[in-house]
């Protein structure tokens, strides 16, 4: 369970992280730290969606896996926003939404699983937009450049990153209304 290869790649996301930041205190142009970022942070989320199809794949599916994949997640895209607020990428307003998001969600889930009523807020379509969205605005920001001479990567990183506020904030709201039910029904 701790060492199938789908649980090896969710704990060298992990690992990955202080490689990721620490990027930023090495010697070399901004250039190189943002494409060197850039492209361990890529490499790093795809092993989000090659755990989970090898998982299944290779039947090594676990409750722990389940468990780790997204705190791996939550502390990648946290992680990295830390990093583009120091270098002024992106706004603390966003930060803190996106994080308070993820926290106030990791609890509510762990409180629903405590009452027996988690499936209220099992993974929905706008969570995985909302991670979708994330996932493709943090390289852009850590980037901050253009793109194959065309695409600027600071631009449509903001303008995906607004996205992404939106949709944790709609998220979490409806993630909140389906647990509401349940927690009056186990409150009373």
């Not at 789908?6 to 996301?13: G, H, I, K, Y």
């Not at 205190?25 to 361990?40: D, G, Q, V």
């Not at 509510?108 to 909302?130: D, F, P, T, Y």
């Not at 939106?166 to 909140?176: A, E, K, P």
């Amino acid at each position: 369970m701790f060492t199938t290869l789908p649980t090896l790649l969710t704990w060298a996301r992990i690992v990955a992280i202080p490689l990721i930041v620490g990027i930023y205190y090495l010697p070399w142009s901004t250039a190189h730290r943002n494409e060197a970022a850039t492209l361990l942070f890529v490499l790093v989320a795809l092993t989000d969606w090659l755990d989970g199809y090898l998982a299944r794949k290779l039947n090594q599916t676990s409750a722990f896996g389940a468990f780790l994949d997204p705190v791996a997640d939550k502390l990648l895209v946290c992680a990295a926003l830390l990093v583009l607020l120091q270098l002024d990428r992106v706004n603390a307003l966003v930060g803190l939404v996106i994080i308070g998001r993820e926290i106030t969600i990791s609890a509510l889930r762990e409180w629903m699983a405590q009452i027996g009523a988690s499936r209220s807020v099992a993974v929905h379509m706008l969570g995985k937009l909302k991670t979708a969205a994330q996932m493709i605005a943090i390289p852009f920001l850590l980037f901050d450049g253009r793109l194959f001479g065309l695409i600027d990567t600071r631009f449509w990183g903001t303008v995906l990153i607004l996205v992404a506020t939106v949709l944790t904030i709609w998220s979490m709201v409806y993630y909140l209304q389906k647990a509401v039910p349940e927690i009056r029904a186990k409150v009373r």
